[in-house]
């Protein structure tokens, strides 16, 4: 059974910085895309980042600039670095795998696999 684990949400002030990690358990996704997204109470979930098996990156144009996505293929993780955190970067956030290697895509249709969500508190 395919898991994503997500850690590293927390309170934080704003400027401040967290870095969020998922776990993947079940199957390797070393060869697949990759993302995080996020939901803001009352809001539609929205894409933050994604990345492919190769290390290429995509990001919201929200974040771009502060937030910076990596892996680690050997352990099945990935991370999103947050730094400049503001508070409208709060919401519980969504980390997403696919199951294909094709990369680029902002929508949370094209992702398999869903994490149970980490809160991002961002208090101004």
């Known amino acids: 059974q395919v898991q994503l684990v997500e850690s590293g949400g927390g309170l934080v002030q704003a400027g401040g910085s967290l870095r969020l990690s998922c776990a993947a358990s079940?199957?390797?996704?070393?060869?697949?895309?990759m993302g995080w997204f996020r939901q803001a109470p009352g809001k539609e979930r929205e894409f933050v980042s994604a990345?492919?098996?190769?290390?290429?990156?995509t990001y919201a144009d929200s974040v771009k600039g502060r937030f910076t996505i990596s892996r680690d293929n050997a352990k099945n993780t990935v991370f999103l670095q947050m730094n400049s955190l503001k508070p409208d970067d709060t919401a519980v956030y969504y980390c997403?795998?696919?199951?294909?290697?094709?990369?680029?895509?902002?929508?949370?249709?094209?992702?398999?696999?869903w994490g149970q969500g980490t809160q991002v508190t961002v208090s101004s």
């Open positions: 997403a795998a696919r199951r294909s290697s094709a990369f680029g895509s902002t929508s949370s249709y094209d992702y398999n696999y």
């Open positions: 079940g199957r390797t996704f070393s060869n697949s895309a």
């Open positions: 990345i492919g098996w190769s290390g290429a990156t």
